[in-house]
């Protein structure tokens, strides 16, 4: 399995930016699909951006043009650069890995407030 730690979150205005941070025990080469989901209060948990197994990022409608998913192989850490957020961006953020490898993981979370 694949242990992943989170980072990067907190409380932020309406319009401000956060970077959450995925840290992977393993190389993230051997990852097929990395990314992060995120779950709001009574709601059910949803993708927000993903690298796919093919490399391409994939992104909720919602969060389109504000977040950007990147990744440093280097340091097999996964990134989402979150920009003009809004209080409905308010939930737990999940960071996902899929490996064939070594099978599904999630990280434990963590929380991002903003505030309006």
């Known amino acids: 399995q694949v242990q992943l730690v989170e980072s990067g979150g907190g409380l932020v205005q309406a319009g401000g930016s956060l970077r959450l941070s995925c840290a992977a025990s393993?190389?993230?080469?051997?990852?097929?699909?990395m990314g992060w989901y995120r779950q709001a209060p009574g709601k059910q948990r949803e993708l927000v951006a993903v690298?796919?197994?093919?490399?391409?990022?994939n992104y909720a409608d919602s969060v389109k043009g504000r977040f950007t998913i990147s990744r440093d192989n280097a340091k097999n850490t996964v990134y989402l650069q979150m920009n003009s957020l809004k209080p409905e961006d308010t939930a737990v953020y999940y960071c996902?890995?899929?490996?064939?490898?070594?099978?599904?993981?999630w990280g434990q979370g963590t929380q991002v407030t903003v505030s309006s």
């Open positions: 996902k890995a899929e490996s064939g490898l070594y099978g599904s993981s």
């Open positions: 690298f796919t197994s093919g490399g391409s990022a």
């Open positions: 393993r190389s993230i080469f051997m990852i097929n699909v």
